[in-house]
């Protein structure tokens, strides 16, 4: 699976971006990737930055060579002239596909590459495995970003699950109120 934009952006002036599935030899790239939007002084060049809710690594290599063995989940990087400018997790499942360790560079955020590559991750599910639902979990703190996903068209469900306090692999928590919200899509079948 690879693809090349070929839309209304690249003729914009906003750089081209070739769509690929990850591949082991990409572990160490996505790792440092997910780790510098989400965590420490490097995240706070972006806005999804959540370097004041927790600590700790987002993810590590052995989490991330998981996600790449898994045959029901396909983690989608988006490159710009041979650079990994973002990545996303898209996992199949009955009730359709889950959106996860969305990151973009940070330098690159604000750019609307982050609204290009969810369009494609979209697609990518429709195309994929034909899922007609988008849904994901966001730390509900995270008032800015669950805004910008309401203006793609995602629908806080009301559902919340506490956060997993204890468990290093999400991170260290610095406050004692974390909860994720879940957020959902119905995706159009001619999306593709």
Known sequence: MTTTETNDATMHGEPELRYRAAVPGDVPALVELVNSCYRGDASRRGWTTEADLLDGQRVDEDSVGDLLSRTNTLVLVAESDGELMACCELRRGTG???????????????SGLGR??????????????GCRLMRMK????????????????????GRVTPFPYGD?????????????????????????
Do not use: C, H
Not at 116 to 129: F, G, H
């Open 116 to 129: 290009r590559v969810l369009a494609e991750a979209e697609r990518t599910a429709v195309r994929t495995w």
């Open 168 to 192: 290093e692999s999400f991170g260290l928590p610095k406050r004692p109120d974390l909860a994720f919200v879940e957020l959902t899509r119905e995706l159009p079948a001619d999306l593709v």
């Open 96 to 110: 359709g596909a889950y959106f996860g360790m969305f990151s973009v560079r940070p330098t690159a955020q604000g």
């Open 138 to 157: 966001v730390i509900k703190q995270r008032s800015d970003l669950i805004a910008w996903y309401e203006r793609r068209g995602y629908t806080n469900t």
